[in-house]
């Protein structure tokens, strides 16, 4: 196979239950590089759960997820049962892949350049001069070169999920997962997280993020994924899932999204990304 074809992340078929209760169920979606995926969907239907099996943070039960064409998490035996690979084997196939949380995680204790620079000597054993100079990058890279010093209780709530996505850059990934990274924050600071997250797509970075977000999704998005039930239901670009969605659970759960959001409803002049950015 030709490697240019091979996604950055496919997930075929795959399935996670708790406790007997099934979360994800023949869930299908091939990520390609420079693509943006944003998956929506009602709560509980399967939208973080699916974001973390890609990373591995769950293992999932059933089906084959890949990154950039090597299975994550297990190995398959001859008989055709699976075994769980090695955690080096793991940390080796999800290399690729970093992730950035609602919460942001940030450890107050430590300056915000000591923050970002935790995956690399803690998690890589790069050195601590080469982890900093890296660590000022990746901040520059989200505005925040001049809070390196600062505390995270020094900064709003914005700074610190950009924070985060400088943590997360500084490992140089080729897949960024984001969980819901607008969703703790205040209205008036989502924009600055989401300008960063724009950026990081007109350059090209292979993005998955659930959101709640509506007008976030159509402004960011290459594709939006609509789950149901631990399956997605619906996949296209934000135009065509905001202005002519196919089904009638997609239509009632936008419906009733924008009744409860009125001050926040999607400009559909504005849904453009599919275009104009991937």
């Known amino acids: 196979m030709n490697p240019v074809s091979v996604p950055m992340l496919s997930l075929q078929g795959v399935g996670k239950a708790y406790a007997g209760n099934l979360v994800l169920r023949n869930f299908n979606l091939d990520v390609q590089r420079g693509e943006v995926i944003t998956l929506i969907g ?20 059933e089906g084959e997820i890949r990154i950039r064409g090597a299975l994550l998490g297990y190995e398959i035996k001859a008989n055709g049962q699976r075994r769980r690979e090695s955690e080096r084997t793991i940390a080796d196939v999800r290399a690729p892949v970093a992730m950035v949380f609602q919460q942001f995680n940030l450890w107050p204790h430590m300056r915000v350049i ?38 995270p ?37 989502v924009d600055e997280v989401l300008e960063v997250i724009q950026s990081l797509a ?5 993005m998955v993020i659930v959101t709640h977000e509506m007008g976030f999704a159509s402004k960011v998005s ?57």
């Open 42 to 61: 009602p709560s509980g239907s399967g939208k973080t759960t699916a974001l973390r099996c890609m990373n591995f943070l769950e293992e999932y039960d």
């Open 114 to 151: 000591e923050n970002v620079t935790a995956p690399l000597t803690l998690g890589k054993g790069v050195p601590p001069d080469i982890a900093r100079v890296r660590a000022l990058k990746a901040l520059e890279r989200v505005g925040l070169s001049n809070k390196a010093e600062a505390y």
């Open 222 to 278: 290459s594709r939006v994924a609509f789950m149901e039930a631990g399956q997605i239901i619906e996949c296209g670009t934000p135009r065509q899932l905001f202005t002519a969605p196919k089904t009638q659970r997609l239509r009632v759960f936008l419906r009733t999204w924008f009744n409860r959001n009125r001050n926040g409803t999607v400009d559909i002049e504005e849904i453009t990304h599919a275009e104009g950015v991937s």
């Open 202 to 206: 007109r350059d090209g970075m292979t």
């Open 153 to 189: 209780a020094q900064l709003s709530g914005g700074q610190q999920q950009r924070v985060g996505i400088a943590r997360a850059l500084v490992v140089e990934p080729e897949v960024m997962l984001l969980d819901e990274p607008t969703s703790a924050l205040d209205p008036e600071l």
